[in-house]
């Protein structure tokens, strides 16, 4: 059936229907027994009731995914044209943070009114996505390492990057950071400029440290000596090892887990909640969860292989850029790896605008999949802005 509706996709438009059977629905079943297990966690964390987190788990789940079909079964044309109107609001927002944003630990990251509250590096992180797919869908394909064709995506890059320095919020910079420059890569800019990159940041290296803020300096002394203040800074990172390790190869059962449920792990609901799922479930269990997301990443470098054009093959490799920027920092960092930074593990960490930020980029792989043999032809699109 799938292959009958790809042969005639040029011929007419799609209806609701059609576009719901060409759905990868077996992505679907992955996302959510990702989310089931993060439903399980906040059940364990909260000693076994569902509220107050695994309850609106559920409930933004739910939301999130109207969000994910919606954007799904859109013709991928519209975020074409949007691509950009959505990076600039993202970034006034972005920018509006620093003047009436709310503070919280020290660092203003979020708007809000009342009791809701919003945080627009979530929007970014997407928006630059489709921005710089829409960036590289009018650049030719000669001319993409071109000096002068760097500037306007590494600008793209380097606004939110900055702006989230100055919240201050390193983990969203990083992730910034890290997904553009992984999607310049993906589009075909050379190997060169990463390597001139690389020794560019080295040099000013000496200079990006003094101009850390003192608590982010405190946090990579404690990432190389953990044990320099163990009731301090180095508390959150040291409770969080001993919890990974004393969940063995099977863990301590469901809801057994000494160190969360006796509240020595901190923030075991949101940023540590691998640790705790790892003192529960052992190492099977947390390699079980990272297989999902393995499992998650292939399917979406499936569809992505699939797409015809540009803009649809580099959104939905942008998504799965984010998503594995995600679990690579939040598990490297519960596990001591790298400094912590604050980056919840996608699906599974409680937290509404992380969840419907994730299933609606989740949305538009999907929509890359369902409109993988729509051709963009370059002079459509006009001037690059």
């Known amino acids: ?3 009958f509706l790809e042969q005639g996709y040029e011929k007419r438009p799609f209806k609701l229907t059609e576009k719901l059977l060409l759905i990868n629905w077996p992505f679907l079943l ?3 027994a990702i989310t089931s ?5 906040l059940y364990s964390v909260a000693g076994g009731s569902l509220e107050p987190w695994a309850s609106r788990h559920v409930v933004r789940f739910c939301l999130g995914l109207a969000l994910l079909f919606a954007v799904a079964v859109s013709d991928i044309r519209w975020w074409l044209k949007a691509a950009y109107p959505l990076y600039l609001v993202a970034l006034m927002l972005l920018a509006l943070v620093m003047v009436i944003g709310v503070e919280s630990g020290g660092a203003k990251r979020w708007l809000g009114y009342g009791e809701l509250t919003f945080q627009p590096s979530e929007m970014m992180k997407i928006a630059l996505v489709l921005a710089l797919a ?20 590494l600008a793209m890059i380097g606004a939110p990057v900055l702006l989230a320095l100055a919240q201050p919020d390193l983990g969203t910079a990083m992730l910034f950071g890290v997904v553009g420059s992984g999607l310049l890569f993906l589009a075909g800019v050379s190997w060169l400029y990463y390597f001139g990159g690389i020794v560019g940041v080295i ?3 000496p200079h990006i440290w003094e101009r850390l803020h003192g608590y982010q300096k405190e946090r990579v002394l404690t990432f190389i000596d953990p044990e320099r203040d163990p009731l301090g800074s180095g508390y959150h990172i040291l409770q969080s090892k ?11 059962g469901f809801m057994q887990g000494t160190q969360a449920q006796l509240n020595f792990l901190p923030e075991k609901h949101t940023d540590f909640i691998f640790t705790m799922f790892a003192e529960e479930m052992g190492f099977v269990g947390a390699v079980s969860l990272l297989a999902l997301y393995l499992l998650v990443l292939l399917f979406i470098a499936y569809m992505a292989l699939r797409c015809r054009s540009t803009f649809a093959r580099l959104v939905a490799a942008g998504i799965g850029l984010c998503l594995f920027t995600y679990v690579f920092i939040n598990v490297a960092m519960v596990t001591g790896l790298v400094p912590v930074v604050g980056v919840p593990l996608p699906l599974v960490s409680y937290g509404g605008t992380s969840m419907l930020t994730m ?11 369902v409109n993988r043999q729509v051709r963009i032809r370059r002079e459509e699109l006009g001037p690059v802005w």
């Open 359 to 369: 299933m609606i980029g989740l949305g538009f792989v999907l929509n890359a999949h």
């Open 37 to 41: 297990i993060g439903v399980a966690a």
């Open 242 to 252: 001993i919890a990974v390790g004393s969940g063995g190869l099977m863990g301590k």
């Open 30 to 32: 992955l996302i959510a």
């Open 203 to 205: 040099v000013v290296l």
């Open 134 to 153: 829409r960036y590289y869908q009018w650049l030719p394909p000669e001319k993409v390492s071109w000096p002068h064709a760097l500037l306007i995506p």
């Open 1 to 3: 059936m799938s292959m």
